[in-house]
């Protein structure tokens, strides 16, 4: 299916079938397209390429518009994509002077989302998490010694103890039971054929 798009990238208007535009573009000539990239990606050290040149702009840049800028600056654009809390769950770099498109995490690990997420995370929010945590006060130890009795453990013991109480079967049910899956287990025996 093909849709056309708005500025915004949402679908305008109505999808199409490939079958109507020509076999060029269908399912087969897409992964046959989808075989000569690769091959010349390998080829051709597009890989490699782009690799080097996203590593350096990521040593020179730690903010994403600033990233964003100096590789648009250099014929590739950087695609995110993000879960609802605003998390990178994606990398896609566009390389347009090669003409080639690659996942973050096909160009290594040092180029997942989880490296980027880390990378653009922003050290304001990281500050201020530290201050309310320092702000709170200091653990002292009571002076009264420990005993069962300051706390509830033998109200824990007895619950746990009466959760597995319920696991455990009733010696008289049990042989009812078991006679029960007895006579379930005998099968009716089958007449095969024609019954007259």
Excluded: W
Aim: with cysteine; proline share 4%.
């Amino acid at each position: 299916l093909y849709s056309a798009l708005d500025s915004e990238g949402n679908k305008a208007g109505t999808s199409t079938n490939s079958s109507p535009c020509g076999k060029t573009v269908g399912l087969a000539a897409s992964e046959e397209q989808m075989k000569k990239s690769t091959m010349l990606i390998k080829e051709k050290g597009y890989r490699e390429r782009l690799r080097l040149l996203i590593a350096g702009m990521m040593r020179e840049n730690k903010n994403e518009s600033k990233l964003r800028q100096k590789l648009k600056e250099k014929d590739v654009d950087l695609y995110l994509r993000r879960n609802n809390i605003g998390r990178i769950t994606g990398v896609t770099f566009i390389d347009h002077q090669s003409r080639c498109v690659l996942n973050g995490s096909r160009l290594g690990k040092e180029f997942s989302a989880n490296v980027f997420n880390n990378l653009f995370r922003e050290s304001p929010i990281v500050e201020e998490h530290t201050k309310q945590v320092g702000e709170k006060e200091p653990f002292t130890p009571s002076s009264e010694p420990f005993s069962p009795a300051n706390n509830q453990a033998g109200h824990i013991v007895s619950a746990i103890g009466s959760l597995f109480s319920i696991f455990s079967p009733e010696p008289e049910s049990y042989v009812e039971n078991q006679q029960q899956l007895r006579k379930k287990r005998k099968k009716k025996k089958r007449r095969y054929g024609r019954q007259t």
